[in-house]
T-cell receptor, first 110, second 115 residues
Framework: GIQVEQSPPDLILQEGANSTLRCNFS?????LQWFHQNPWGQLINLFYIPSGTKQNGRLSATTVATERYSLLYISSSQTTDSGVYFCAPTSDTGRRALTFGSGTRLQVQP | DARVTQTPRHKVTEMGQEVTMRCQPI?????VFWYRQTMMQGLELLAYFRNRAPLDDSGMPKDRFSAEMPDATLATLKIQPSEPRDSAVYFC?????????????FGSGTQLSVL
C-alpha cells in the first residue's frame, strides 16, 4: 500500500514562530487531508487538499501531487496549536481510504 | 453542530469478554470508517462502509472482529473474545464520499482497555 512519511517527527516552537511540516507519499493520490490531534485526543480535519494550495487563518497547505508531497504551514504559532499533525492521503490504486502517516508532534511553548 | 458520536467513551473489560463499540455518523454521510490508534502502530484502518455496504475489512482480525451497519444511523464494531493486545483507541469517522465532499470527520473515540 501507499507509504506516508512525515517530517520532522517532533518540533518545539516558541509562541509566535512559524513552521513547515512535510508529508511525502509513495503513490499517486486522489485525496489528501491534514488533521490535528489535540492533547485530548480529538482529531480535527484541517484541510482536504489533493492538489493546490488552501489557506485557513494562520494555517495553509500545499500539495504537489506530481512530486508526491504536501506541506502544512503554521504561522504565528500559539500554544493551542500544540498536538500531533497527521497527513493522510488516499492512493489512486489500492485501498480507497485514508492512510495516516506517523505524525509530527508539535509543542508550542509560551 | 453536526458531529460523529461514539459510545462508550471508555471501556475497561477482562480478556475473553465481548466488546461492542457504537458510532452514529453525521446525518446524511454515506461513508463510515473504523480506525484504531496505538502508540506502536499509529492510526490503522480496520474497515469501511459506503451506503452501509462493507467495502474493505482487510485491516481487521477476522476471527475476533466484526463490523456492521444495521442502518444508516448506526455502525458497530464488535470484538469477541477480546484480548489485551486489542487495547487501543477506536475511532469512527464519516464522510460524504465523493470529490470535495470527501472530507472526513472523526468521533471522539472509544478508549478500550482489556485486562
Amino acid at each position: 500500500g501507499i507509504q506516508v512519511e512525515q517530517s520532522p517527527p517532533d518540533l518545539i516552537l516558541q509562541e509566535g514562530a512559524n513552521s513547515t511540516l512535510r508529508c511525502n507519499f509513495s503513490d499517486s493520490v486522489n485525496n489528501l487531508q491534514w488533521f490535528h490531534q489535540n492533547p485530548w485526543g480529538q482529531l480535527i480535519n484541517l484541510f482536504y487538499i489533493p492538489s493546490g494550495t488552501k489557506q485557513n487563518g494562520r494555517l495553509s497547505a500545499t500539495t504537489v501531487a506530481t512530486e508526491r508531497y504536501s506541506l502544512l504551514y503554521i504561522s504565528s504559532s500559539q500554544t493551542t496549536d500544540s498536538g500531533v499533525y497527521f497527513c493522510a492521503p488516499t492512493s489512486d490504486t489500492g485501498r480507497r481510504a485514508l492512510t495516516f502517516g506517523s505524525g509530527t508532534r508539535l509543542q508550542v511553548q509560551p | 453542530d453536526a458531529r460523529v458520536t461514539q459510545t462508550p467513551r471508555h471501556k475497561v473489560t477482562e480478556m475473553g469478554q465481548e466488546v461492542t463499540m457504537r458510532c452514529q455518523p453525521i446525518l446524511g454521510h454515506n461513508t463510515v470508517f473504523w480506525y484504531r490508534q496505538t502508540m506502536m502502530q499509529g492510526l490503522e484502518l480496520l474497515a469501511y462502509f459506503r451506503n452501509r455496504a462493507p467495502l474493505d475489512d482487510s485491516g481487521m482480525p477476522k476471527d475476533r472482529f466484526s463490523a456492521e451497519m444495521p442502518d444508516a444511523t448506526l455502525a458497530t464494531l464488535k470484538i469477541q473474545p477480546s484480548e489485551p493486545r486489542d487495547s487501543a483507541v477506536y475511532f469512527c469517522a464519516s464522510g460524504l464520499g465523493v470529490g470535495p465532499n470527501e472530507k472526513l470527520f472523526f468521533g471522539s473515540g472509544t478508549q478500550l482497555s482489556v485486562l
